[in-house]
């Protein structure tokens, strides 16, 4: 996998990505629930995770055992129109991820999301 840089190919960039929102409804009973809406989809690279939880030896990550949490580097374009703020999630084939920092790489170039994976019983529907 190619290491972030500053000269990001266009073509490094080949999963869809949903940004979500969170929304606080509230139900017939009166009480609150916690939605989340689609903010966009874009198109995202996913760089080289960091991976916790490794095994002893450090060996091939094949061998690994690695934890439910892994932090995930994300890199998407720019977009003038949607304001990404760390209170917004990123949905990956199914899996959710918890927006931790946004980086803007270049002048408006680049958005730089780490994130990390929630745990299987937390992910969004």
Same mark, same amino acid.
């Given at each position: 996998?190619?290491?972030?840089?500053?000269?990001?190919?266009?073509? %490094?960039? @080949?999963?869809?990505?949903?940004? !979500?929102?969170?929304?606080?409804?509230?139900?017939?009973?009166?009480?609150? !629930?916690?939605?989340? *809406?689609?903010?966009?989809?874009?198109?995202?690279?996913?760089? !080289?995770?960091?991976?916790?939880?490794?095994?002893?030896? @450090?060996?091939?990550? @094949?061998?690994?055992? *690695?934890?439910?949490?892994?932090?995930? *580097?994300?890199?998407?374009?720019?977009?003038?129109?949607? @304001?990404?703020?760390?209170?917004?999630?990123?949905?990956?084939?199914?899996?959710?991820? %918890?927006?931790?920092?946004?980086?803007?790489?270049?002048?408006?170039?680049?958005?730089?999301?780490?994130?990390?994976? !929630?745990?299987?019983?937390?992910? *969004?529907?």
């Amino acid at each position: 996998m190619r290491p972030l840089s500053h000269t990001s190919i266009i073509g %490094d960039r @080949d999963r869809r990505v949903t940004i !979500q929102q969170s929304v606080t409804t509230r139900g017939a009973s009166g009480a609150t !629930q916690l939605s989340y *809406v689609t903010v966009d989809t874009v198109w995202a690279a996913l760089r !080289q995770p960091s991976l916790r939880g490794r095994s002893s030896s @450090d060996e091939d990550l @094949d061998e690994m055992q *690695v934890v439910a949490s892994s932090d995930v *580097v994300w890199e998407i374009r720019f977009r003038s129109d949607i @304001d990404i703020t760390e209170k917004y999630i990123l949905v990956y084939e199914g899996r959710t991820y %918890d927006i931790l920092s946004i980086e803007e790489f270049g002048r408006k170039e680049l958005w730089i999301l780490k994130t990390l994976i !929630q745990s299987p019983n937390s992910a *969004v529907a």
